[in-house]
T-cell receptor, first 113, second 111 residues
Framework: SQTIHQWPATLVQPVGSPLSLECTVEGTSNPNLYWYRQAAGRGLQLLFYSVGIGQISSEVPQNLSASRPQDRQFILSSKKLLLSDSGFYLC????????????FGPGTRLTVL | QKEVEQNSGPLSVPEGAIASLNCTYSDRGSQSFFWYRQYSGKSPELIMFIYSNGDKEDGRFTAQLNKASQYVSLLIRDSQPSDSATYLCAVNPSGTYKYIFGTGTRLKVLA
């Protein structure tokens, strides 16, 4: 069966510091991968998605970037965090082609102070 | 701008009743529809998906899709206090890899 991991689970960072969040998927090959952010009391905002290694589509222009160095690894980064970057960051995956169900990882709660 | 809209609630129902959650979407070409349950502080969990007009049942849950009217609903029969959560509706527009989420409806099942 497939499993998705995210780490860290929680993170407190000062404004202006860098960020690196990691997501890995086990038990499948060439998944479509996604990064979402959920601000407090708000809906899910799609940040990036990837349909293959090195292929990144950005949905919202901001100070975040994403990379997919390996087939089942997806990384979200920032060079300098802003207060507005606080939120619940969720990685998700789905099978490439065929079934369209999307599954979420456990999430990383980021607080920028 | 393609949108998915849900009533934010809270929707309060007594234990054992049927909870009815609704969602409307703007992209008429959308083909795939999903319901997620999200407990406070946790990530969303997929509970139902539906691709065809009509009803789809899974245990206590029934998803209903009406493409002509552009709405999708989720019925929860015999509601339990453990069903208290926020329910997110999501749409995968045709021809895209993206998913558009509603802001969710908070359900409270009263014991």
């Amino acid at each position: 069966s497939q499993t998705i991991h995210q780490w860290p689970a929680t993170l407190v960072q000062p404004v202006g510091s860098p960020l690196s969040l990691e997501c890995t998927v086990e038990g499948t090959s060439n998944p479509n991968l996604y990064w979402y952010r959920q601000a407090a009391g708000r809906g899910l905002q799609l940040l990036f998605y990837s349909v293959g290694i090195g292929q990144i589509s950005s949905e919202v222009p901001q100070n975040l970037s994403a990379s997919r160095p390996q087939d089942r690894q997806f990384i979200l980064s920032s060079k300098k965090l802003l207060l507005s970057d606080s939120g619940f960051y969720l990685c998700a995956w789905r099978v490439a082609g065929g079934s369209r169900e999307q599954f979420f990882g456990p999430g990383t709660r980021l607080t920028v102070l | 701008q393609k949108e998915v809209e849900q009533n934010s609630g809270p929707l309060s129902v007594p234990e054992g009743a049927i909870a009815s959650l609704n969602c409307t979407y703007s992209d008429r070409g959308s083909q795939s529809f999903f319901w997620y349950r999200q407990y406070s502080g946790k990530s969303p969990e997929l509970i139902m998906f539906i691709y065809s007009n009509g009803d789809k049942e899974d245990g206590r849950f029934t998803a209903q899709l009406n493409k002509a009217s552009q709405y999708v609903s989720l019925l929860i029969r015999d509601s339990q206090p453990s069903d208290s959560a926020t329910y997110l509706c999501a749409v995968n527009p045709s021809g895209t890899y993206k998913y558009i989420f509603g802001t969710g409806t908070r359900l409270k099942v009263l014991a």
